[in-house]
């Protein structure tokens, strides 16, 4: 005994005292040193139950909750997420839609334009053919005004000639009534050789 207070006082394991002395006590066994002493495992075996019981019945509950917690929440933002592409897909669709409506609004107005620039040529045609005629009556109106005053001028003329000449083969003057009617047959039949003529 008093070896081995000796040992433990220089702070040797028991083991390492018996070897060194080679003296063992008479009733002791050899110990296994692969299994645990009897009373370890108790106490290994109560410990464990007892860690186990703490994390049983305050870890693992408290563990589940932030579980639950962490999926509720990516489970949230995948939801977020899907409402999310929901409303991208809705807005890409609406925006389509505008593109086509605004297709079809800018289609309509080229075509009324282009509408409206014939009917205006149209318009710009038929005035002008409507001035033109209009321009042309005129001109008809003024060379027929034009050459009824020809006319008056050469029948006045003729008439002064006729008279002139009239007095000379005659000798005599002619009365104002006899001579007017020379006048106007003479011119009566020009006017119509010059219209045969013309024709």
Do not use: C
């Not at 000796?6 to 009733?27: D, K, M, S």
């Not at 075996?45 to 305050?58: C, L, N, R, Y």
């Not at 009824?148 to 008439?159: F, H, W």
């Not at 002139?164 to 039949?189: N, P, T, W």
């Amino acid at each position: 005994m008093s070896t081995f207070q000796g040992y433990v006082v220089r702070g040797l394991p028991l083991a390492q005292a018996e070897e060194e002395t080679g003296t063992t006590e008479p009733g002791a066994e050899e110990h296994n040193p692969i299994l645990p002493e009897t009373d370890e495992l108790l106490w290994g075996s109560i410990a464990f139950f007892i860690v186990f019981a703490a994390i049983a019945f305050w870890a693992w509950p408290r563990i589940r909750k932030l579980l639950a917690e962490r999926t509720e929440k990516i489970q949230g933002e995948l939801e977020k997420a899907e409402s999310t592409r929901h409303e991208a897909d809705r807005i890409l669709e609406e925006y389509r839609e505008q593109i086509a409506r605004a297709r079809d609004e800018a289609g309509r107005i080229i075509e009324e334009a282009r509408r409206t620039a014939e009917q205006l040529r149209k318009d710009l045609q038929a005035r002008a053919e409507q001035e033109a005629q209009s321009t042309v009556a005129r001109a008809q109106e003024e060379i027929r005004a034009e050459r009824d005053r020809v006319v008056q001028e050469l029948r006045a003329q003729v008439g002064a000639l006729s008279i002139q000449l009239a007095e000379r083969v005659v000798g005599a003057s002619l009365d104002q009534k006899r001579h007017q009617e020379l006048i106007d047959e003479y011119i009566e039949e020009l006017a119509g050789s010059g219209s045969g003529g013309g024709s």
